[in-house]
Every structure is written in structure tokens, then in C-alpha cells.
């Protein structure tokens, strides 16, 4: 099994909705990241976690609260989201101690913050 | 600091015509190369990649080939198909100086027409 399964496809929220995001993999891989794409531009990195321990949190709003409840397992947790938060949501896997660090990655969630 | 340069779309080929998308770089230590393509829709794909020097990542025709001496990996198709229209990106990841991160091009939007 070489996928990263994400759910749901689209979300729209208002901007005082809770909502979350999952990603699933069942490929071993130790480190797993969040991204955020805006249109026609490449995804930003949010967060890595490593062995399902934050490692990398690239400043992102504490609107933005992610999870990692095991090891192939990743949850983003939003919360009084903006509009401008609107964007398509990447979580992507690789296997850790990889030096080629190999990323896979989900469908996405497309989201819109009304 | 890393950083990737590709060059700027969009490029529109009509079907059976030779591919060529440009991507150079810079890195401080040892990067491992990358490129992603994004179908409309969808998430990112690993395409093909390359882990050293002189090293050619292949894959559904597509070719690219680590150039250390011009610090280039410039992808390549003999004859692309409507398929293929998509956004590619060039990505390096450097371990030693940026761990866990993936350095992104702009991304070239390909519109194949028949």
C-alpha cells in the first residue's frame, strides 16, 4: 500500500466552525507533514512530525493545531478560521532516516472558509 | 540557503512534440533532486528523481538528469500526450543543512493539446 488517504475531499466552514482534517498511511513512514497550497503556487510546509513528535512547526497561527495520535495517523484541528485560510490542505509521508527523504503525498482537502 | 528555479510557464505543446522544462538550483551541501507533477484536482505525485551526481530518474517516459557541474535537473519527455497536462515542480531536499524540508520551484503549468 504506497497511499496517503485524506478525508474530507472538500470542507467549507464558517469562521467560527471547529473542524479537522485526517490523513492516513499504513507505508511504515515515521515523519509525516501538513501543507498548504494556494493556487498556481507550491505548498508551503505547516508541520513535521517525526516519530509522532512535532518537529518542524513553521509558524503557523494557533488556529492551526495539529495531531499526530500514532504513527500513521495525522490530524489538523481548525479553529476561527479566516477566509484567507481558504486553500488546499497536503499531508504527505515519508519514511524517517530516508537522506533522500522521498515525500508521498495525499489528495488533499480543498477548503473554504466563508 | 536552498532554493529552486524553474522555468516560467505556461507552456502549451501540441501532442507528440519533445518536452524540455528547466530546473536549476542551489544548495549548500548534498541534495537529493525531485520532480512532482499535480494533475488538476489532485494532490502532488513523485514523477522521478535522483540522489547524486550524473544519476537519471525515469518514469513514464518522462527523463531527468542531476547535472552537479551546471546545478541543474531539467525534465524531459520525447513525445508528451494530452495526459500529460498538469503542473510539474523540481523539489530538492538537503538533509544536512535543511532536514526534514522540501525546497520547491514555482511549479510550470503543461497544457498538451491534441
Known amino acids: 500500500d504506497t497511499e496517503v488517504t485524506q478525508t474530507p475531499k472538500h470542507l467549507v466552514m464558517g469562521m467560527t466552525n471547529k473542524k479537522s482534517l485526517k490523513c492516513e498511511q499504513h507505508m511504515g513512514h515515521r515523519a509525516m507533514y501538513w501543507y498548504k497550497q494556494k493556487a498556481k503556487k507550491p505548498p508551503e510546509l505547516m508541520f513535521v512530525?517525526?516519530?509522532?513528535?512535532?518537529?518542524i512547526n513553521e509558524s503557523v497561527p494557533s488556529r492551526f493545531s495539529p495531531e499526530c495520535p500514532n504513527s500513521s495517523l495525522l490530524n489538523l484541528h481548525l479553529h476561527a478560521l479566516q477566509p484567507e485560510d481558504s486553500a488546499l490542505y497536503l499531508c504527505a509521508s515519508s519514511q524517517e532516516g530516508n537522506s533522500y527523504n522521498e515525500q508521498f503525498f495525499g489528495p488533499g482537502t480543498r477548503l473554504t472558509v466563508l | 540557503g536552498n532554493s529552486v528555479t524553474q522555468m516560467e510557464g505556461p507552456v502549451t505543446l501540441s501532442e507528440e512534440a519533445f518536452l524540455t522544462i528547466n530546473c536549476t538550483y542551489t544548495a549548500t551541501g548534498y541534495p537529493s533532486l525531485f520532480w512532482y507533477v499535480q494533475y488538476p484536482g489532485e494532490g502532488l505525485q513523485l514523477l522521478l528523481k535522483a540522489t547524486k551526481a550524473d544519476d537519471k530518474g525515469s518514469n513514464k517516459g518522462f527523463e531527468a538528469t542531476y547535472r552537479k557541474e551546471t546545478t541543474s535537473f531539467h525534465l524531459e519527455k520525447g513525445s508528451v500526450q494530452v495526459s500529460d497536462s498538469a503542473v510539474y515542480f523540481c523539489a530538492l531536499s538537503d538533509r544536512k543543512t535543511s532536514g526534514s524540508r522540501l525546497t520547491f520551484g514555482e511549479g510550470t503549468q503543461l497544457t498538451v493539446n491534441p
Open positions: 512530525y517525526s516519530y509522532e513528535k512535532l518537529s
